[in-house]
């Protein structure tokens, strides 16, 4: 599930530099489904599942960041 997301992340990180605004709303949405399963309770991990989950949390993290990154200064623009 996790990976999956990253993944789709990974996609939408590449749609908004590319500033694929139909690409990135389509890979939203089928982010936003994906993340509906963690909503029904994931269950506990150890040992290097827990360490994977961690980094794929991490790397899904960076990849908003960098969404946000590029969206937010469009955002502004089209506010100002």
């Given at each position: 599930?996790?990976?999956?997301?990253?993944?789709?992340?990974?996609?939408?990180?590449?749609?908004?530099?590319?500033?694929?605004?139909?690409?990135?709303?389509?890979?939203?949405?089928?982010?936003?489904a994906a993340s509906v399963a963690t909503m029904s309770g994931?269950?506990?991990?150890?040992?290097?599942?827990?360490?994977?989950?961690?980094?794929?949390?991490?790397?899904?993290?960076?990849?908003?960041?960098?969404?946000?990154?590029?969206?937010?200064?469009?955002m502004a623009q089209l506010n100002g």
């Open positions: 599930m996790y990976e999956n997301i990253a993944g789709l992340t990974n996609k939408m990180v590449v749609a908004a530099q590319a500033s694929d605004w139909n690409g990135l709303d389509r890979l939203e949405n089928q982010c936003a994931v269950p506990a991990l150890a040992g290097a599942a827990r360490q994977r989950k961690i980094e794929l949390l991490k790397q899904i993290l960076a990849n908003d960041r960098a969404i946000r990154d590029v969206t937010e200064p469009w």
